[in-house]
């Protein structure tokens, strides 16, 4: 019987990567607004899905420390949704 615990992230990785996931677009500078409407909504749930199973934590956590990226880090399984809704400042 396999482990459910490989399936389901705790809550306190849920936490975790979620806070990622909101620095991240906030550190791209991408409008929240907008990828909340992107296909209606369903294009935000699913790059939160995305985030939720994503096994590249640290290397985001990394990632976040760089001072002024310019692009989307190419593990990111989100980075598309994210230089879609850049904002236009």
């Known amino acids: 019987m396999s482990s459910s615990r490989l399936l389901w992230p705790t809550e306190e990785e849920l936490n975790r990567r979620y806070g990622l996931m909101d620095l991240m677009m906030q550190k791209r500078g991408v409008d929240a607004d907008a990828a909340r409407e992107v296909d209606g909504g369903l294009a935000f749930l699913e790059a939160r899905?995305?985030?939720?199973?994503?096994?590249?934590?640290?290397?985001?956590?990394?990632?976040?420390?760089?001072?002024?990226?310019?692009?989307?880090?190419?593990?990111?399984?989100?980075?598309?949704?994210?230089?879609?809704?850049?904002?236009?400042?």
């Open 49 to 89: 899905a995305k985030c939720r199973y994503c096994g590249k934590e640290e290397a985001c956590r990394r990632w976040l420390t760089v001072k002024a990226p310019r692009t989307s880090p190419d593990f990111c399984p989100n980075a598309t949704l994210f230089e879609a809704c850049l904002t236009s400042d």
